[in-house]
């Protein structure tokens, strides 16, 4: 973390978890643990059905609601999908665009990715952007060429005065829910080269804006080790999200003046 010059920022993808009693229990108790947080964001992405009730839950506290996922067309016909107005218009502040399950199971591409990003900072959302690589990509040696190419298509024709409301999320596929997490210098490492390729693009003082999350089996025990690498600026956190005492505990990390 590095918080004189970026926000940490602890988000939850919460996936297709939790009908909206148990969401609604949840965010209470959680309400009350994170509700007053200072030196961090905490923000909760759920299943869009909950949204309304969370913005209802979370409406006093600093809590933030997050979707996890977003149409990239405006409006029209796209049957079963949600626009980023639609969120915006809900009170949704961030949006998980690119996550590895979009791209493994949804058939999500670089390019539509891209798409996402432009749809979700157009309607003044903050878009969560996930890259990262497989275990065989990593065995490969090729980690750092496809995130830096992940990370440059998920940039083409933003503009500099809209890249600083994009999160990335270095999230490896092989430490995503498999309780096998980065080493905090692997996590590092990579956070430090998505910084390094927008250094490139927009120059120093962005890329030092930039919040850069991890994102692979954090939990209340390695979140601190992560959290205190210089690059590491928050997590994406699925598992621990759902447990009110893991989530509190990783905020708790997060939540250093
Ligand atoms: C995720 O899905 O973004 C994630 C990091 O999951 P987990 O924390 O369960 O590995």
Redesign the pocket.
Known sequence: MNRRYRKTIIAG?W?MNKTASEAKAFLEELKAQVGRVKWCEVVVCVPFVNIPMARRVLKDCRIAVGAQNVHHEQSGAYTGEVSAEMLKDLGVKYVIIG?S?RRQYFGETDALVNRKVHAALNAGLRPIV?VGESLEQREAGITNELVTMQVKAALAGVTVDKVRQIVF?Y?PIW????GKTATAEQANEICELIRATIRKIYGARIARAITIQY????NAKNAFELLAQPDVDGG?????SLKVPDFTAIVNAANQE
């Not at 430490?175 to 498999?178: Q, R, W």
């Open positions: 993808n996936k996550h399950e996930c999320a999230e430490a995503i829910g498999t994102g692979g089996s954090m994406l956190i699925g598992g621990a």
